[in-house]
């Protein structure tokens, strides 16, 4: 099953259940508890960070348990959190998720065959209702926020990753690195994700998200840089 409102709606009521208040969730704003600002609220200066690692560490165990069964089907194992330092891949930047020979967090180069980075975040809005109703407002179009891929800084900081792990050395060079998100691209990323591509750079960004918007999306680049997955059998 890919990414869909069910599974932001699932994170929001595990993370309330289990740890999280709703401030640590939502932005609390007068007229309620809200995923992000709606477009034609005022934001009433608030941020809310708390909510970023929490959603960091469930989408990358989620990633886990999609890829898993594939890595399965190699012989491989699928590891979150994969330290090898000799690829620049440190405890305090590790690889989100990596297909790796040897099932343990700390690896050499040439049991790492694949590695994942996984920008994903709460891409639709959600209005919370206590005691523990968390109910859909709107797509990404709707608020304020870029989530995933739209967000030029989650971008950024993927490229950066990759291209740091490339110049690491030579025994980088040939691990394949495939950026995973939940939302669509922004036009002005189009013609970059597919020269990283066809420079060999990062082998593709894939949304896991098959419909994130009613309306009008960028489902792929040209050169296909970026797709969207709508199955998960496409990724086999």
């Known amino acids: 099953m890919l990414w869909n409102e ?10 309330l259940k289990s740890f999280a208040s709703p401030e640590q969730l939502f932005y609390n704003l007068q007229s309620g508890y ?13 941020t809310l960070q708390s909510r970023n690692s929490l959603i960091g560490q469930f989408t990358e165990k989620w990633c886990k348990q999609i890829f898993s069964p594939i890595a399965e089907e190699f012989g491989l194992y699928a590891i979150n959190g ?3 330092e000799e690829i620049a891949l440190t405890k305090s930047s590790s690889a989100d998720l990596a297909f790796c020979t040897k099932n343990t967090i700390t690896q050499k180069a040439e049991d790492i065959k694949l590695i994942f980075e996984v920008k994903m975040s709460i891409v639709s809005n959600y209005k919370f209702e206590q005691p523990d109703a968390v109910n859909l407002i709107g797509d990404y ?3 304020k926020g870029n989530p995933s891929l739209l967000r030029s800084d989650s971008m950024l900081k993927a490229i950066g ?3 740091n792990i490339r110049v690491s050395g030579s025994n ?3 691990i394949p690195i495939i950026i995973l998100g939940n939302s669509p691209i922004t036009s002005t ?3 970059k994700v597919d020269f990283l591509k066809s420079a060999g750079v990062i082998q593709g960004f894939y949304s896991l998200n098959p419909n994130p ?3 009008d999306f960028i489902f792929e680049s040209p050169e296909k840089g970026f797709i969207t997955i709508t199955d998960v059998k496409e990724l086999k």
Not at 6 to 15: G, L, P, Q, S, V
Not at 39 to 46: A, N, P, R, V
Request: proline fraction near 2%; charged fraction near 30%.
């Open 82 to 84: 994969v330290v090898c």
């Open 34 to 46: 809200y995923a992000y600002i709606p477009k034609d609220f005022d934001s009433e200066g608030q």
């Open 141 to 143: 179009k709707s608020h």
């Open 172 to 174: 980088a060079n040939t």
């Open 213 to 215: 918007t009613k309306s």
């Open 6 to 15: 069910e599974t932001e709606k699932h994170f929001f009521r595990e993370a």
């Open 189 to 191: 990323y189009s013609k």
């Open 161 to 163: 990753k990759s291209i």
